[in-house]
């Protein structure tokens, strides 16, 4: 019996379901009953039927199905598969910040621990942050942790937008340069880039989307040839839905070493020996729960 086959009866037998994010290496994509980005996987994790959730992220996006979720089971395979940017915060800092400015509302990125949640308004993703920051009432916000996106999201508000100075290693790794070479070579493409991006990336950027952003325009798009500025286990995707198209990495060092962390071995584990489980201290949950919530009514930004 194969991986695939392996993990189909252990699913069964569980009564489980999949998710993967769309930087996961293409057979976790392959195996997943759902791929999406962090609120399209949020969706799902509340909707399903599942008993138990495997969860191939990182850190964060199980939590988030755990506080979603309180009555059901959530594994995630790896647990070395942490989220560095959601690192570059803790619930402490931000307090200090919130004392700054008292006056300010605190949006988080969903790229955050559930402690970081608890501490927060409302949370976002790339795909609603600006929409969620202009669905405030208030005209200050703190932005937590992604530079890039803040400063993003304070070019298309009027919002007064204090940024944490956080950000993502592997989008940070893509440089105008790279841009600039691939642009070069394929003159007709159109260049599509993630939020999480140096500004001066997303001043080259002919559209700045989220990663279903990405998917939704590549297929729409009378287009053949686009290069694309996120991790490149989003192009897996893009190349199986859009089988006519050429879609080029902005530079092949995009690799979150993190997501690439999950492996098929890794799901027949945590489904046959149900770990590594989830969990989230109860007072923690319901506070996150509320900024997840609150994030979800707001809705999709793209």
């Given at each position: 019996?194969?991986?695939?086959?392996?993990?189909?009866?252990?699913?069964?037998?569980?009564?489980?379901?999949?998710l993967?994010?769309?930087?996961?290496?293409?057979?976790?994509?392959?195996?997943?009953?759902?791929?999406?980005?962090?609120?399209?996987?949020s969706q799902?994790?509340?909707?399903?039927?599942?008993?138990?959730?495997?969860?191939?992220?990182?850190?964060?996006?199980?939590?988030?199905?755990?506080v979603?979720?309180?009555?059901?089971?959530?594994?995630?395979?790896?647990l070395?598969?942490?989220?560095?940017?959601?690192?570059?915060?803790t619930?402490?800092?931000?307090?200090?910040?919130?004392?700054?400015?008292?006056g300010?509302?605190v949006?988080?990125?969903?790229?955050?621990?559930?402690?970081?949640?608890?501490?927060?308004?409302v949370?976002?993703?790339?795909?609603?942050?600006?929409?969620?920051?202009?669905?405030m009432?208030?005209?200050?916000?703190?932005?937590?942790?992604?530079?890039?996106?803040?400063?993003?999201?304070?070019?298309?508000?009027?919002k007064k937008?204090?940024?944490?100075?956080?950000?993502?290693?592997?989008?940070?790794?893509?440089?105008?340069g790279?841009?600039?070479?691939?642009?070069?070579?394929h003159?007709?493409?159109?260049?599509?880039?993630?939020?999480?991006?140096?500004?001066?990336?997303?001043?080259?950027?002919?559209?700045?989307l989220s990663?279903?952003?990405?998917?939704k325009?590549?297929a729409?798009?009378?287009?053949?040839?686009?290069?694309?500025?996120?991790?490149?286990g989003l192009?897996?995707?893009l190349?199986?839905?859009?089988?006519?198209k050429?879609?080029i990495?902005?530079?092949?060092y995009?690799?979150?070493?993190?997501?690439?962390?999950n492996?098929?071995?890794?799901i027949?584990?945590?489904?046959?020996?149900?770990e590594?489980?989830?969990?989230?201290p109860?007072?923690?949950?319901?506070?996150?729960?509320?900024?997840?919530?609150?994030?979800l009514?707001?809705g999709?930004?793209?």
């Open positions: 019996m194969n991986d695939f086959d392996r993990i189909k009866r252990l699913k069964k037998e569980k009564n489980a379901i999949i993967a994010h769309n930087y996961q290496r293409g057979d976790v994509q392959d195996v997943a009953d759902f791929v999406g980005d962090s609120f399209g996987l799902k994790a509340v909707s399903s039927g599942a008993d138990v959730i495997v969860f191939c992220g990182v850190d964060f996006m199980a939590e988030s199905a755990a979603l979720n309180p009555g059901k089971t959530v594994l995630m395979p790896e070395s598969a942490q989220c560095p940017m959601a690192g570059m915060i619930p402490g800092s931000l307090k200090l910040e919130k004392e700054k400015h008292p300010a509302a949006v988080c990125y969903v790229n955050t621990s559930a402690a970081v949640k608890a501490e927060s308004d949370c976002c993703t790339s795909a609603n942050a600006i929409k969620v920051v202009n669905s009432e208030e005209d200050e916000i703190i932005f937590v942790p992604d530079r890039n996106l803040a400063l993003y999201v304070a070019a298309n508000t009027e937008i204090i940024p944490w100075n956080g950000y993502c290693p592997t989008h940070h790794l893509i440089l105008p790279d841009i600039l070479l691939e642009k070069e070579e003159q007709d493409a159109l260049v599509l880039v993630h939020p999480e991006c140096r500004p001066e990336v997303v001043a080259l950027a002919d559209k700045v990663t279903s952003g990405m998917l325009y590549a729409q798009s009378s287009s053949k040839e686009f290069i694309i500025g996120t991790e490149i192009l897996h995707r190349n199986r839905e859009n089988p006519g050429k879609f990495p902005a530079t092949r995009a690799v979150c070493p993190n997501m690439k962390m492996t098929l071995g890794g027949i584990r945590a489904l046959e020996r149900g590594h489980v989830i969990k989230v109860e007072d923690i949950r319901k506070r996150a729960k509320l900024a997840l919530d609150r994030m009514e707001v999709r930004g793209d």
